[in-house]
C-alpha cells in the first residue's frame, strides 16, 4: 500500500506500509498487503520429509496452511518459543495462485509508514550471497529495518510439494 502526501517542503512524498516484526534480535518488515493475518502459535503437525525450516502445517479455520520457521530458513540458530512468538500467515502468488503460508517469527512490532526515499537498495555482497530476496533498507529513526519480499523468501521450487491451503474437514 502506498500513500502519497505532502512532505515539509511541499513537494510530495510517496509513504509504503510495512508491518515489522523481530527476528534475533534484528528489526524486518513485510509489505502490508502481503499480510492476511497475525495469530498465536497453535498445535502444528509435523510433516515427515519435509525441509528443516517447515516446522509444519496447521488447519486455520478448515484450510491447511504451512508454517516455515523463519529463524531457521535464515539459518539463525533456533530458540524456545515465547508468549511473543507468533506466525504471520502471508499471501504468495505461485503461478497466479493466492497460497497462503506462515511464519513464524520472535514478535510483532507495529506497522510502520516509510517514506520510499528512506528506503535504500539491498546490499550487494558478492556472488555468493544472494539478497534477491530484500526488497531494502529502511532508514528509520530507531535503526534500520530489513525489508523483505516475502515471495522471495518463501520461494517457488521450496514451497512446491507443501500442503496447499487445500480444504479440509475441520472435526
Given amino acids: 500500500m502506498t500513500d502519497i502526501n505532502r512532505n515539509d517542503h511541499g513537494g510530495i512524498s510517496r509513504k509504503e506500509k510495512f508491518l515489522t516484526f523481530n527476528l534475533a534480535g534484528e528489526q524486518y518488515g513485510l509489505e502490508i498487503l502481503k499480510v492476511r493475518e497475525i495469530i498465536g502459535l497453535m ?8 525441509p528443516d525450516f517447515v516446522r509444519g502445517v496447521i488447519n486455520l479455520r478448515g ?19 515465547t508468549e511473543q512468538t507468533c506466525i504471520i500467515v502471508v499471501d504468495i502468488v ?34 555468493a550471497v544472494s539478497t534477491s530476496f530484500i526488497k531494502g533498507i529502511a532508514k528509520t529513526k530507531g535503526g534500520v529495518k530489513i525489508l523483505l519480499k516475502i515471495e522471495d523468501v518463501l520461494t ?16
Avoid: W, Y
Avoid at 498445535?43 to 519435509?50: A, L, Q, S, Y
Avoid at 484450510?63 to 518459543?81: H, N, Q, T, W, Y
Fill in 94 to 127: 505461485e503461478d497466479q495462485t493466492s497460497v497462503q503460508m506462515g511464519i513464524i517469527v520472535d514478535s510483532v512490532s507495529e506497522v510502520l509508514d516509510i517514506n520510499v526515499s528512506d528506503i535504500d537498495d539491498a546490499p550487494r555482497f558478492s556472488a
Fill in 63 to 81: 484450510k491447511v496452511i504451512p508454517i516455515i520457521e523463519l529463524r531457521s530458513k535464515f539459518g539463525i540458530a533456533s530458540i524456545e518459543d
Fill in 43 to 50: 498445535d502444528i503437525t509435523t510433516v515427515p520429509r519435509t
Fill in 156 to 171: 517457488t521450487d521450496e514451497i512446491r510439494g507443501l500442503p496447499s491451503t487445500a480444504e479440509i474437514d475441520a472435526e
